[in-house]
């Protein structure tokens, strides 16, 4: 069974950087759809980013796209999010997931295996 592991959120001003990872054990995933997902309060869950497979292509939502960069490193079995640039409405918890075995990239339901998310919070 796959554990994900988030790690690296925190309080930023706007206009700043933070970098979120996202440690996995008890499986490699390297060969399989990672994603990271955000919920702010009162609302859904929301798909972020994803990367396909280890060194494949990955995709962003429109809303962090030119901002944020997902990429993986085989070797410490971890994804990260590279947020450059926060917004305020960037706040919110973030959440890694995977593996995707099936289903739409951009769905909570295609993930077997969550995190317990870590909190950004932007100011203004």
């Known amino acids: 069974q796959v554990q994900l592991v988030e790690s690296g959120g925190g309080l930023v001003q706007a206009g700043g950087s933070l970098r979120l990872s996202c440690s996995a054990s008890g499986g490699t995933v390297s060969s399989y759809a990672m994603a990271w997902f955000r919920q702010a309060p009162g609302k859904e869950r929301e798909f972020v980013a994803v990367?396909?497979?280890?060194?494949?292509?990955?995709l962003y939502s429109d809303s962090v796209k030119g901002r944020f960069t997902i990429s993986r490193d085989d070797a410490k079995n971890t994804m990260y999010l590279q947020m450059n640039s926060l917004k305020p409405e960037d706040t919110a918890v973030y959440y890694c997931a995977g593996p995707r075995t099936s289903g739409r990239y951009y769905l909570r339901s295609s993930y077997d295996y969550w995190g317990q998310g870590t909190q950004v919070t932007v100011s203004s």
């Open positions: 990367s396909f497979r280890s060194g494949g292509s990955t």
